[in-house]
Structures are given as structure tokens and as C-alpha cells.
Nanobody
Framework: QVRLVESGGGLVQAGGSLRLSCAASGNIASIMSVGWYRQAPGKQRELVASINSAGRTNYADSLKGRFALSRDGAKNTVYLQMGSLEPEDTAVYYC???????????WGQGTQVTVSP
């Protein structure tokens, strides 16, 4: 089993920055990739960015250049650095781990990001 805990969300003005953290625990060795997703009110959950075990990253086309992933293996944590934030970035941001545990995905509880005009 894998447990994910997101943190770092909050209220920020447009143009500002935030760094979200996704801390993993449990069967770390089973994690193949970690992704950040977001869900705005009334909208479907969408992929923001992901990183696999080899360190290869993938970003939503609309967010390239503003968002960046990094990870700290010693802390089992993946970070999402968000810059030049816009009100349209307001959403609950979730972390997802794809694992080899019966090909199961695990989700965190989410962290709210609110960008004011």
C-alpha cells in the first residue's frame, strides 16, 4: 500500500507562486510514476504533470513553462512548483501514484489552491 499526503496549497494573488508537495510513504519501491492532477469546480479532473521512476517528466501543454516538477528521493517527495499563477489555476490539486501493486493507483486527499485576481 502507498499513502500520499499533499501540502502547500493556499490563497495567492494572480502572478504569484506556490510550491506543492506530495509526500509518499508505505511501499515506495512499488511506485512507477507520480502525477499531479487538478479539479476545478464543475470541471473534470485533469493531468497537470507527471514524473516516472527514471525522472522523465510530462506536462500538460497549456502549463509548460509555468509549472515544474522536481523530486527529493531521500524524502520520498515530489514537488510541483507553480509560477505566474492565474485565477484559472484555482482548483483542488491531487497527487496520484501509479504502482506495481496489482497495477493499482493511489490518490492523496488533495490540497486547495485559490488564485485571486
Amino acid at each position: 500500500q502507498v499513502r500520499l499526503v499533499e501540502s502547500g496549497g493556499g490563497l495567492v494573488q494572480a502572478g504569484g507562486s506556490l510550491r506543492l508537495s506530495c509526500a509518499a510513504s508505505g511501499n515506495i519501491a512499488s511506485i512507477m510514476s507520480v502525477g499531479w492532477y487538478r479539479q476545478a469546480p464543475g470541471k473534470q479532473r485533469e493531468l497537470v504533470a507527471s514524473i516516472n521512476s527514471a525522472g522523465r517528466t510530462n506536462y500538460a501543454d497549456s502549463l509548460k513553462g509555468r509549472f515544474a516538477l522536481s523530486r527529493d528521493g531521500a524524502k520520498n517527495t515530489v514537488y510541483l512548483q507553480m509560477g505566474s499563477l492565474e485565477p484559472e489555476d484555482t482548483a483542488v490539486y491531487y497527487c496520484r501514484a501509479s504502482t506495481t501493486i496489482q497495477a493499482r493507483d493511489y490518490w492523496g486527499q488533495g490540497t486547495q489552491v485559490t488564485v485571486s485576481p
